[in-house]
């Protein structure tokens, strides 16, 4: 398990843009109710892969 942290947080959201949370999962391949927690700060606790995928989404937009 994987704590997301304020920074990824952040950089998900600047990231995020204009894309809806449908259009964020399939980008990212995390589940639409897993991302919409922890985008609105329900969850900050993740399994790895889920935290693996945001992070490496996260370094194809830098």
Do not use: F, H, P
């Not at 999962?25 to 109710?33: D, F, K, P």
């Not at 900050?44 to 889920?50: K, N, S």
């Amino acid at each position: 398990m994987n704590e997301i942290s304020e920074q990824v947080l952040t950089a998900l959201l600047r990231n995020k843009g204009m894309m809806n949370i449908a259009q964020l999962s399939e980008a990212t391949g995390v589940n639409r109710y897993t991302l919409a927690d922890v985008l609105t700060g329900k969850r900050t606790i993740v399994q790895r892969g889920t935290y693996n995928k945001l992070v490496d989404w996260l370094a194809t937009k830098a």
